[in-house]
């Protein structure tokens, strides 16, 4: 059994509204996407990484990637949507891993993971019949918007949160299993653990915070940047 990471990275990130790809956007002083690889390649039970490119990526060979041959391989298969990119790259896998090595699939635009916190998902995940991934505990009062509010977007109830997770990555699951569970679910799930619970299985939470968020809107860099100098003191 072993331990292999993903990232898909084909998308546009059209919500950040930049010139180039979200990936790729600067972030103290590489771009983004180098954080995220780097965590995952520190960590040494993982035995390789995965980047999964779109096939019309045209940025990533503008960027020195000495020192990383060892540890990562790049596909070229991305699809139109996330789970997709995700699918195609497990299958273009499948002559590396076996079907029950772990998988640690993890967003490109999430670069702040701290080391622990991927050591304990490791820790936790590794001996778990189903896999399972880092979420926190939703602190904040959640509002219910009403559909059809002509002026704008009105509260129409308050949601209760207890038992309410946030979801990030990494979301480690079998190598086999994640296959057959995105096969099943098809091209519209938004992360993994969605796909494995159609199949029946209740994936393991392992509880995470704050720090490793998802950069989606251009106030997120300037957070993540100062992020990333408090885990590098």
């Given at each position: 059994?072993?331990?292999?990471?993903?990232?898909?990275?084909?998308?546009?990130?059209?919500?950040?509204g930049g010139?180039?790809?979200?990936?790729?956007?600067?972030?103290n002083?590489?771009?983004?996407?180098?954080?995220?690889?780097?965590v995952?390649?520190?960590?040494?039970?993982?035995?390789?990484?995965?980047?999964?490119?779109?096939?019309?990526?045209?940025?990533?060979?503008?960027?020195?990637?000495?020192?990383?041959?060892e540890?990562?391989?790049?596909?070229?298969?991305?699809?139109?949507?996330?789970a997709?990119t995700?699918?195609?790259?497990?299958?273009?896998?499948?002559?590396?891993?076996a079907?029950?090595?772990?998988?640690?699939?993890?967003?490109?635009?999430?670069?702040?993971?701290?080391?622990?916190?991927?050591?304990?998902?490791?820790d936790?995940?590794?001996?778990?019949?189903?896999?399972?991934l880092?979420?926190?505990?939703?602190a904040?009062?959640?509002k219910?918007?009403?559909?059809?509010?002509?002026?704008?977007?009105?509260?129409?109830?308050?949601?209760?949160?207890?038992?309410?997770?946030?979801?990030?990555?990494?979301?480690m699951?079998?190598?086999?299993q994640?296959?057959?569970?995105?096969?099943?679910?098809?091209?519209?799930?938004?992360?993994?653990?969605?796909?494995i619970?159609?199949?029946?299985?209740?994936?393991?939470?392992?509880?995470?915070?704050?720090?490793?968020?998802?950069?989606?809107?251009?106030?997120?860099?300037?957070?993540?940047?100062?992020i990333?100098?408090?885990?590098?003191e």
């Open positions: 059994m072993k331990f292999y990471a993903l990232i898909p990275a084909a998308g546009s990130g059209s919500r950040m010139a180039i790809e979200k990936q790729y956007m600067d972030l002083s590489v771009p983004m996407i180098a954080h995220a690889m780097m995952l390649a520190r960590e040494p039970r993982i035995a390789k990484l995965f980047v999964v490119l779109s096939p019309t990526d045209r940025r990533w060979n503008n960027y020195a990637w000495q020192g990383w041959e540890r990562i391989e790049v596909l070229r298969c991305g699809g139109a949507t996330r997709e995700v699918l195609n790259g497990l299958q273009a896998m499948s002559k590396t891993c079907a029950d090595d772990w998988v640690l699939v993890h967003d490109a635009a999430r670069p702040c993971l701290p080391d622990d916190m991927l050591g304990k998902l490791l936790e995940v590794a001996e778990d019949p189903v896999g399972g880092l979420a926190v505990p939703v904040d009062t959640l219910r918007a009403a559909a059809d509010a002509a002026s704008g977007p009105r509260a129409e109830a308050t949601v209760p949160r207890a038992g309410l997770w946030q979801a990030q990555t990494p979301q699951f079998r190598h086999g994640l296959i057959e569970a995105l096969r099943a679910a098809g091209s519209d799930m938004t992360d993994e653990a969605s796909a619970e159609q199949l029946g299985l209740q994936p393991r939470l392992v509880e995470s915070d704050s720090r490793n968020l998802k950069v989606t809107y251009p106030q997120d860099l300037e957070l993540a940047g100062l990333l100098g408090k885990l590098n």
